[in-house]
Structures are given as structure tokens and as C-alpha cells.
């Protein structure tokens, strides 16, 4: 057995370690699903970045606009945006521990694989602290990826049917908190129209009734967004830095802590596996045919835009009511799978495109800088959304939300492809990659790289 200190202490006997390198040796059919990822994540966070969080997680009537047309928008990144992109980036992250374990192919890169991984994991979720309070982003996705992350390493040597069956059970574990909330609402509301009419009737509640009926009360006022919290809201994003500083730093722990680990990670953690098989069957290398991507799409989204359409639909018929919403939670893992794997077979068939080839050099551009493009995203929305911005908080409708979408899309993939021609990472990349290998790498173009990082 080969022992890993005498491995890395004499390289030259052992043979290379892992590196950083050329560009040119990308797998361009990943950064062009990288970036289309990262690209469709900001239509995701932009209610996040633009209006108070009621509006994302309780009713979106309460901040940007309630008309047909922004019902529609909303109902539209509902379906296609709320979720999918953020599950192509943790497949993609399976791909990537899959790359190293291939690129490992000497004594010294295996014992060097396992603590690179995990620095590369470590310093993730340090940026992601950084991110979510630095950056103000309670959409932060990094620090949780980072978490996911770490359950993968041991399962990489599995076959592709293994590692896309533990994938298919884990999001079904995601599934039970939905499930639960679901059944647990459905007892409170049963308890509480009870109590009511029992209270009609001129019966005396008892102590239990009335906490029944009042919880249920409390809830349905959360449902549609409390006032006092909405309004909290709106003046703490538009005033200053340290007062948007603390109202994050209060939501923080409870978003990187019970959220996680309900639904959120095993929702990652379930599509990396996913990721690592698909990779391992070529898949998301787009090694594939194009028959085989279009069947993809087509099934991945007339799954997935039927039963997420249906429930979009019965919510807003329903007037948001809050078991509806909660039973159209139930049946998200479905969708978020199916939708996605539509988003992938449709990307790779675009990627596959020799007449595309050149078109969709901006849209790499922007995947071989996923974390500064993403992190970028946050940094600008800020300046256009706070008070210390231009402090349009709470203005917008959705319609004009998009406007300003359009606008980052086109500034990153102009941007992007300018930064790479002088150098060879984004500055997030440069940065995290040489923290992970302790060392200062290269960062411009001109200097010769050896192998590929993914």
C-alpha cells in the first residue's frame, strides 16, 4: 500500500499531483451548463435580492405586483426557475469530484485527492459565510453546497446505477418534511374549523380548541404575509449597510441550520449523486446523442410542467391558500427532477450544435466563472436594490424585475469572455483553487497550464 506522505514528499517517484491547467482542455459541453446554470439561478434570486421575503416564501401578492401579467411571471419562475437551475449546479458538482477522481490517476494525485476535496469544501463554506453576511445574500447556496459536499467523497468509486439510485432516495427523504407539513396543516385546519363551530354553536371552548383555533388564525395571517414583517422589510433594505448587515445576521442561523438539513441538503445532496452517475454515463459531458437528448427534454419537461403546472395552477385558482401551497410542496422533488433533467437535454442539445459553437462561447465564458459570476450577481443587485444603492427596493414589478435580469445576464457575458482573454480563472476561481492547493497559482493567460481543474 502506498503511503501518502511518502507519496507527496517524493512526486517524482510516485508520479505528478494534481494541478490546475489549460483552459483549451475543458469540457466545454459542462462550462456551457455551468453557465447556463448560474445565469437562469439569478431569475431565481431576483425576488430575494427585489422585494420582501414574504413575496417568495408566503404570497406573492404581497410585493410585485398582482396583476394577470406578473401572476404569469411569477407562475413562470415558479416552474422553470424556482429550484432547477440550483439543481444543475449540485449535479455539476458531482461531475466535478467525479473529474478529479479520473485526473488521479498516479500514487501521489490519490493520496493528494482526498484532502484537496476537502479544502476545496472547506474553503466553500467559508465563502459562503462570507457571502450570506458580506454580501447580504440570504440566497446564499454556497455555504450549503459546501455541506452537501461533504457526504459524497466515499461514494465516488460506485457504479453509475448505484450512485443515480442513492441520488433518487435521498431527494425522496427531502420529500418527507413537505410531506409532514402537509398532514400537519390538515389536522390544524380540521381541529380549528372545528372549534369555530363548536364557538357558533354556543358551546365553551376548551383551553385546547382555542389554541387550535387561534394557531390556525396565526397561520393563515402568516400565509399572506404579515404586515408588520413586510413593512420591517422595506425599511431595512432601504437604509443603510449595517442596518441590512444586522436584520441578515438575525436570519442567517435559522437559514443555514433547520433549513438545511429538512429539505435543502438532502435535495443537494440527492442531485450531486445524481450528477456523479449522469457523468459517469456521460451524460452531462454530452457524450450522448442528440436523440437521446431530446427524449430527455421531452419527458423531463412533460413530467415535470404537469404536475408542477397543475399545482402552480391550483394554487393561484385557490387564492395562495396556504394548504394548497403546501400540498403543491409535495409533489416538488418530482418536479424539481424532472424540470431539471428538461433543462439539461435541452442545453446539451444546443451544446451539441456545431452552428451554436461560437454563440454560446459567452455562456461558457460565464460557467468557467460560476462563483465570481454568482457572487458578482448578489454584489450588483445590491447596488441597484439598497438603500445605499440606487435603493429601488420594493418598487419593481416582476415585469420590470426581468428588465433587470436582462441587464446582468448582458453585462456577465459580455464581461466574462473580456476577463478570460487575459486570464485563466475568474477572481472567485483564481482564489479558491489557490487556497485549496495552498499556493499561489497563475493567474494570467500567457503562463502555460498542465491539466485541467474542474
Same mark, same amino acid.
Given at each position: 500500500?502506498?503511503?501518502?506522505?511518502?507519496?507527496?514528499?517524493?512526486?517524482?517517484?510516485?508520479?505528478?499531483?494534481?494541478?490546475? *491547467?489549460?483552459?483549451?482542455?475543458?469540457?466545454?459541453?459542462? &462550462?456551457?451548463?455551468? /453557465?447556463?446554470?448560474?445565469?437562469?439561478?439569478?431569475?431565481?434570486?431576483?425576488?430575494?435580492?427585489?422585494?420582501?421575503?414574504?413575496?417568495?416564501?408566503?404570497?406573492?401578492?404581497?410585493?410585485?405586483?398582482?396583476?394577470?401579467?406578473?401572476?404569469?411571471?411569477?407562475?413562470?419562475?415558479?416552474? =422553470?426557475?424556482?429550484?432547477?437551475?440550483?439543481?444543475?449546479?449540485?449535479?455539476?458538482?458531482?461531475?466535478?469530484?467525479?473529474?478529479?477522481?479520473?485526473?488521479?490517476?498516479?500514487?501521489?494525485?490519490?493520496?493528494?485527492?482526498?484532502?484537496?476535496?476537502?479544502?476545496?469544501? %472547506?474553503?466553500?463554506?467559508?465563502? /459562503?459565510?462570507?457571502?450570506?453576511?458580506?454580501?447580504?445574500?440570504?440566497?446564499?447556496?454556497?455555504?450549503?453546497?459546501?455541506?452537501?459536499?461533504?457526504?459524497?467523497?466515499?461514494?465516488?468509486?460506485?457504479?453509475?446505477?448505484?450512485?443515480?439510485?442513492?441520488?433518487?432516495?435521498?431527494?425522496?427523504?427531502?420529500? %418527507?418534511?413537505?410531506?409532514?407539513?402537509?398532514?400537519?396543516?390538515?389536522?390544524?385546519?380540521?381541529?380549528?374549523?372545528?372549534?369555530?363551530?363548536?364557538?357558533?354553536?354556543?358551546?365553551?371552548?376548551?383551553?385546547?380548541?382555542?389554541?387550535?383555533?387561534?394557531?390556525?388564525?396565526?397561520?393563515?395571517?402568516?400565509?399572506?404575509? &404579515?404586515?408588520?414583517?413586510?413593512?420591517?422589510?422595506?425599511?431595512?433594505?432601504?437604509?443603510?449597510?449595517?442596518?441590512? =448587515?444586522?436584520?441578515?445576521?438575525?436570519? $442567517?442561523?435559522?437559514?443555514?441550520?433547520?433549513?438545511?438539513?429538512?429539505?435543502?441538503?438532502?435535495? =443537494?445532496?440527492?442531485? $450531486?449523486?445524481?450528477?456523479?452517475?449522469?457523468?459517469?454515463?456521460?451524460?452531462?459531458?454530452?457524450?450522448?446523442?442528440?436523440?437521446?437528448?431530446?427524449?430527455?427534454?421531452?419527458?423531463?419537461?412533460?413530467?415535470?410542467?404537469?404536475?408542477?403546472?397543475?399545482?402552480?395552477?391550483?394554487?393561484?385558482?385557490? &387564492?395562495? &391558500?396556504?394548504?394548497?401551497?403546501?400540498?403543491?410542496?409535495?409533489?416538488?422533488?418530482? /418536479?424539481?427532477?424532472?424540470?431539471?433533467?428538461?433543462?439539461?437535454?435541452?442545453?446539451?442539445?444546443?451544446?451539441?450544435?456545431?452552428?451554436?459553437?461560437?454563440?454560446?462561447?459567452?455562456?461558457?465564458?460565464?460557467?468557467? $466563472?460560476?462563483?465570481?459570476?454568482?457572487?458578482?450577481?448578489?454584489?450588483?443587485?445590491?447596488?441597484?436594490?439598497?438603500?445605499?444603492?440606487?435603493?429601488?427596493?420594493?418598487?419593481?414589478?416582476?415585469?420590470?424585475?426581468? /428588465?433587470? *435580469?436582462?441587464?446582468?445576464?448582458?453585462?456577465?457575458?459580455?464581461?466574462?469572455?473580456?476577463?478570460?482573454?487575459?486570464?485563466?480563472?475568474?477572481?472567485?476561481?483564481?482564489?479558491?483553487?489557490?487556497?485549496?492547493?495552498?499556493?499561489?497559482?497563475?493567474?494570467?493567460?500567457?503562463?502555460?497550464?498542465?491539466?485541467?481543474?474542474?
Amino acid at each position: 500500500m502506498t503511503d501518502p506522505a511518502n507519496a507527496l514528499s517524493h512526486p517524482q517517484e510516485q508520479g505528478p499531483l494534481l494541478r490546475p *491547467v489549460a483552459p483549451e482542455a475543458r469540457i466545454a459541453a459542462l &462550462d456551457i451548463l455551468r /453557465g447556463f446554470a448560474v445565469l437562469a439561478v439569478l431569475g431565481a434570486n431576483i425576488e430575494l435580492f427585489a422585494l420582501p421575503l414574504a413575496a417568495s416564501s408566503q404570497d406573492p401578492r404581497v410585493a410585485g405586483g398582482a396583476g394577470d401579467l406578473n401572476t404569469m411571471i411569477w407562475a413562470a419562475g415558479k416552474l =422553470l426557475l424556482d429550484g432547477p437551475p440550483v439543481a444543475l449546479a449540485a449535479m455539476l458538482f458531482g461531475a466535478g469530484l467525479m473529474l478529479l477522481t479520473q485526473r488521479a490517476t498516479s500514487p501521489a494525485a490519490r493520496a493528494q485527492l482526498p484532502d484537496l476535496y476537502h479544502r476545496r469544501l %472547506v474553503w466553500l463554506l467559508l465563502f /459562503g459565510l462570507a457571502h450570506a453576511y458580506l454580501c447580504l445574500a440570504i440566497s446564499d447556496r454556497l455555504f450549503p453546497f459546501a455541506i452537501a459536499g461533504l457526504v459524497l467523497f466515499p461514494f465516488r468509486k460506485l457504479s453509475p446505477r448505484s450512485l443515480l439510485l442513492i441520488g433518487l432516495l435521498v431527494l425522496a427523504v427531502g420529500a %418527507v418534511d413537505p410531506v409532514w407539513t402537509y398532514v400537519e396543516g390538515t389536522r390544524a385546519k380540521a381541529e380549528a374549523t372545528a372549534a369555530k363551530a363548536a364557538a357558533a354553536a354556543g358551546e365553551e371552548l376548551t383551553a385546547e380548541q382555542q389554541e387550535a383555533k387561534t394557531t390556525w388564525e396565526a397561520t393563515l395571517r402568516r400565509s399572506q404575509g &404579515d404586515a408588520a414583517a413586510i413593512e420591517n422589510d422595506v425599511d431595512t433594505y432601504r437604509s443603510g449597510y449595517l442596518a441590512i =448587515l444586522k436584520h441578515v445576521a438575525s436570519l $442567517m442561523p435559522g437559514l443555514q441550520s433547520v433549513s438545511i438539513y429538512k429539505r435543502l441538503f438532502w435535495e =443537494l445532496a440527492g442531485m $450531486m449523486f445524481l450528477g456523479m452517475g449522469l457523468f459517469r454515463l456521460g451524460v452531462l459531458s454530452g457524450q450522448r446523442t442528440a436523440r437521446f437528448y431530446l427524449h430527455l427534454a421531452g419527458a423531463g419537461y412533460a413530467t415535470g410542467l404537469a404536475v408542477s403546472g397543475y399545482l402552480t395552477y391550483q394554487v393561484i385558482a385557490h &387564492d395562495f &391558500d396556504v394548504l394548497w401551497r403546501d400540498w403543491a410542496e409535495t409533489y416538488y422533488p418530482l /418536479g424539481l427532477l424532472a424540470i431539471s433533467l428538461g433543462h439539461l437535454g435541452v442545453v446539451m442539445l444546443l451544446a451539441k450544435a456545431r452552428w451554436l459553437r461560437r454563440p454560446l462561447e459567452p455562456v461558457a465564458a460565464v460557467g468557467r $466563472m460560476a462563483l465570481s459570476n454568482y457572487v458578482g450577481q448578489t454584489v450588483i443587485a445590491l447596488c441597484v436594490f439598497a438603500g445605499f444603492g440606487l435603493g429601488l427596493f420594493a418598487i419593481l414589478e416582476r415585469v420590470r424585475l426581468y /428588465g433587470v *435580469v436582462l441587464g446582468i445576464w448582458t453585462l456577465q457575458l459580455v464581461a466574462s469572455p473580456l476577463w478570460l482573454r487575459h486570464f485563466r480563472f475568474g477572481p472567485g476561481e483564481w482564489l479558491w483553487r489557490s487556497l485549496a492547493y495552498w499556493q499561489r497559482l497563475p493567474i494570467k493567460s500567457a503562463i502555460p497550464a498542465r491539466e485541467v481543474d474542474p
